[in-house]
Structure formats: structure tokens, C-alpha cells
């Protein structure tokens, strides 16, 4: 599985663009806007977008779903169900923010943990991680040893807690009964900011190290 991350929003938001290398078919995750730089990404590679993964709704991860959606006739995968409600205020979020105006839309599969969603000949695991939103996912290829946090978890940093159904407690627990399972060795993207190891946040996060 390869992957390149382009920062979208003047959120800095980590968009990925996630392949898999025999079939060239790609799926996007989280793109949230600028998506001129997020397709020249597919072009540039020669990829086929299959699909549209969502961690969770907020504007700089879900902002260009639609767009992107309606342009590539491709399925959106994601989040959990108990995000629905922040899809549906996008319009809201958009003009709160100063984002250009959004459309909302229905994923075409809403996921829950436990499920499975495929990137070409690539399977990745979905685990349901609320605390930041309420229907936060994370997806993780175990071959790859990559997780796709959104904004569960940070390098030396978590998730707002602030926003509406947001828990600290609930976000804690998804990441220390959640993600630490995964593996020390688990490198992850987190939606803002440097990669890191769930090792490493173990070793260092102030917020959740052991």
C-alpha cells in the first residue's frame, strides 16, 4: 500500500491519498477541500479513484466530499452513524469557519467497528473511535502497519473535546482500549500535523502516555 499526504483547508488538514500499488486504484480520505491538489496527486500517479473514506464530518475533513463524489462517480465510505449530524450541518460549518459553501450528502456505506473496507486489492480494519466526534473511525491496514487517525490522536497531542457529543473521557479510552492493541510498531497519520507510532505516543504524549 502506498500513500501521500496533501495538506487541504487553511486547517492544514492531513487529505491522503491511500493505494494500492498492483491496481493502481486509490481511495481519498478525508478530503476536506483544495481538491485541485488532491486529484493532480491521482493524476501525477496514474491512479483510478474508486472511493471516498471519511474519519468523521467536520468541515476540514468531509468539506469536498460531495464535489469530489459527484466528480469521479465514487461511493462515499464512512464515518459511523453518529456523525450524521455533523453531515448535515456542513452548511453551517462552512459559514462558521469562512469555507467556501458546501454541499451535504449520504454515504453510500456507514461504518461500524469491526468492518472492512477495501482499496483495490488492499483490506483495511475499521475501528470505531468516538470521543473527538461521536462517530469517529480510524482505519487500519495491519500489513502496512498504518492507521488512519483523523483527529482521535496527535504526535505529543488528542482531539478537541469541545465541540458538540465531543467526550474527554469516551476519547481516552478509545485511544488507550482502541488503537494501543494495534501496536507499538503502527505508524499513523493523524489529521493535522507530523506522523508518528502509537509507540512512541506511549512513550511521550502527555495526554495518554502509559
Known sequence: MKYQIVPVTPFEQNCTVLWCDQSKKAAVV????DLGRVTAVLDKEGLM???????????DHAGGTAQLAKQ?????????????????????????FGFPSVETFTPD???????????GDETL?????????????VFHSSDAQLALVGDVLFHGGIGR????KGDHATLIRSIKSNLWPLGNNTSFIPGHGPMSTFGEERRSNPFVAD
Not at 30 to 33: E, I, R, T
Not at 125 to 137: D, F, L
Not at 161 to 164: A, I, V
Open 30 to 33: 478525508d478530503p476536506g477541500g
Open 49 to 59: 479513484l474508486e472511493k471516498i473514506l471519511l474519519t468523521h464530518a467536520h468541515i
Open 72 to 96: 469521479y462517480a465514487v461511493p462515499i465510505e464512512g464515518p459511523h452513524k453518529e456523525d450524521k449530524f455533523w453531515i448535515d450541518a456542513l452548511p453551517q460549518q462552512s459559514q462558521m
Open 109 to 119: 456505506r456507514w461504518l461500524k467497528d469491526g468492518d472492512l473496507v477495501t482499496v
Open 125 to 137: 480494519n475499521v475501528v470505531h473511535c468516538p470521543g473527538h466526534t461521536p462517530g469517529h473511525v
Open 161 to 164: 473535546t469541545d465541540f458538540p
